[in-house]
């Protein structure tokens, strides 16, 4: 391992304390600057309508219910965060990045930008797998249940916790082609070995799948295992290319 | 406590013919069955939560000549759990039904419904398991005590239970909805209300015991009906710190668990003395 900071010039490790406070800072001034802008976009568009169309079938045209009479403020700023969130994400990214790569050295630079914006992607796969689909099926299946005798009265607040958890569950464990992507570029895991170990790895999806889904038995589980294990031949396959590409460099560059 | 400490003796000297390893894998394989039945029971409750059955018991017409026509059946028998629940709580609604405020709610009600009806339906085994680990830990008549132990304590439960549900429940909200009905309108979430009334018929329930403990103490010779009477006073007191701590807090619950768990109090008093009349107590081993 080579110390901290030498590739790139001879910064003494204070400094470098000090580019990270100031890193953080903008970007702690980026994330309240959006969320400032997210509050605006909120009020002006209708945010909420996206994420309560799914449900909105299910409603028998009356609305989502609030509980509390400061609901709708909170609702609102919660809603600005996560837009504040969303839109400073690429800045905060790219500081981690700036503040990251002098520790790096060229191939391992040319490894870490592509999967970045793969992961983008794939995370906004997921989300949109579990918001087209997983969301609506989830939600007949669950309210489909006792109509005799049972009515609903949804409140927003129950409604979003249902919802964030599905979109980012969804969103994070598609990222697993990213993580064996870079576990297989730094030599932890080679193609061979998540070939072998392909029914422990679709076992471990099912549990997983099972584990973070809302409660059904099936099809929900079924949604995220069928794509999570796709995902899984298709980081093979990657895996094989970054190994291929890898030995085809010239070996000085990797010792 | 003399006679705690001879039953503990007990335990250990009469389990001599098995070594303790040896019991410990029996309770195992009983766990590992029970959970096995538990899971099976569960699987049978859901289907029956989802699904409700409506039972039709024909209607049997017997002609027994001179004592008349006699008529049987013809019954409708809901197996609609969670319709049964609701029921006490129905005539306040104004015609409508009860609110969940979760999307996925519905969906977790009907799992924990299962469950419920998992455990009822599983519970005679259960206890035939319990039985199993225990008797050979007994003396010939200790054991005696252990099958009408067993059968008192389930219809204790299930009395309590029944009281619960078409006594105590009904007065319950009929005491706690009865304020302020001027200014505020019901919209009542079903998670709440199960977890008022389960919370109600597990302390019924249990609370309904009262007499097994009691009769098992005085044959086991542990307390006296003379020591019973002579404590009445604390007794009292005890049962209604526990009434206020397991009963829904309102004071309508309270007075309503208390009130027949003393009246049994005084009937196992009774009960015992009659039964010691008849039998002595079981005395504690000797050396203990």
């Not at chain 1, 939600?139 to 949804?154: N, P, R, V, Y």
């Not at chain 2, 503990?8 to 590992?32: N, P, Q, Y």
């Not at chain 2, 008797?135 to 239970?161: S, Y």
Request: charged residues 15%; aromatic residues 10%; hydrophobic residues 55%.
């Amino acid at each position: 391992m080579k110390p901290f900071g030498t590739s790139s010039g001879e910064m003494p490790f204070l400094d470098h304390l000090e580019e990270l406070r100031w890193r953080i800072l903008w970007s702690l001034v980026a994330i309240v600057l959006f969320t400032i802008l997210g509050f605006l976009l909120v009020t002006q568009f209708d945010v909420l309508g996206i994420l309560v169309a799914p449900i909105t079938p299910f409603l028998e045209g009356t609305r989502l219910k609030y509980l509390s009479p400061t609901e709708p403020f909170f609702i609102t700023l919660k809603l600005a965060l996560l837009v504040g969130l969303l839109l400073a994400g690429p800045i905060v990214v790219y500081q981690l990045w700036a503040f990251l790569s002098p520790a790096l050295n060229s191939s391992e630079k040319r490894a870490i930008v592509p999967s970045l914006y793969f992961g983008l992607v794939l995370f906004m796969a997921g989300v949109a797998m579990a918001y087209y689909i997983a969301l609506p099926v989830t939600l007949q299946f669950t309210m489909g249940f006792q109509t005799e005798s049972l009515e609903q009265s949804i409140v927003i607040s129950e409604y979003l916790s249902v919802v964030t958890r599905l979109l980012l569950a969804f969103g994070i464990v598609f990222e697993m082609p990213v993580v064996i992507l870079l576990l297989t570029f730094l030599g932890l895991v080679t193609p061979e070995f998540l070939a072998e170990k392909r029914r422990h790895a679709i076992a471990l999806i099912t549990v997983v799948s099972a584990v973070i889904t809302p409660g059904d038995v099936i099809t929900i589980t079924l949604m995220m295992m069928i794509p999570l294990a796709l995902l899984y031949e298709l980081s093979i396959t990657l895996a094989k290319l970054v190994v291929r590409k890898r030995n085809a460099e010239p070996a000085t560059q990797r010792s | 406590m003399s006679a705690v400490g001879g039953l503990v003796d007990g335990f250990r000297a009469r389990s001599g013919e098995k070594t303790f390893l040896d019991r410990l894998d029996d309770v195992r394989g009983r766990l590992i069955a029970s959970l096995v039945v538990v899971t099976v029971t569960t699987a049978i409750g859901f289907y029956l939560a989802a699904w409700p059955v409506t039972l039709q018991i024909p209607r049997w017409t017997f002609d027994l000549g001179a004592l008349g026509i006699r008529q049987f059946g013809g019954w409708t028998i809901s197996l609609d759990v969670l319709r049964h629940f609701i029921a006490p709580i129905e005539p306040y609604l104004d015609g409508e039904r009860l609110k969940y405020l979760s999307p996925t709610d519905p969906f977790f009600i009907t799992l924990k419904l299962a469950l419920c009806i998992g455990l009822a339906l599983a519970l005679p085994y259960l206890l035939r398991q319990l039985w199993a680990t225990l008797t050979p830990l007994m003396r010939p008549e200790e054991r005696r005590l252990v099958g009408p132990a067993i059968f008192g304590a389930v219809g204790l439960f299930v009395m309590g239970w029944l009281f619960c549900y078409f006594f105590a429940i009904p007065l319950m909200l009929q005491f706690t909805m009865g304020f302020q009905a001027g200014s505020l309108e019901q919209a009542i979430v079903i998670g709440e209300y199960l977890k008022l009334v389960l919370r109600m018929l597990v302390a019924f329930g249990l609370a309904f015991e009262l007499p097994i403990v009691i009769l098992l103490g005085t044959l086991l010779g542990i307390v006296t009906p003379e020591f019973l009477i002579a404590k009445r006073r604390h007794a009292i007191a005890i049962l209604t710190v526990v009434s206020a701590i397991v009963t829904p807090p309102d004071l309508s619950s309270l007075l309503l668990l208390m009130l027949p768990v003393w009246f049994l109090y005084e009937a196992s008093i009774v009960l015992s003395r009659a039964v010691l009349a008849r039998r002595p107590a079981i005395p504690p081993l000797p050396g203990a």
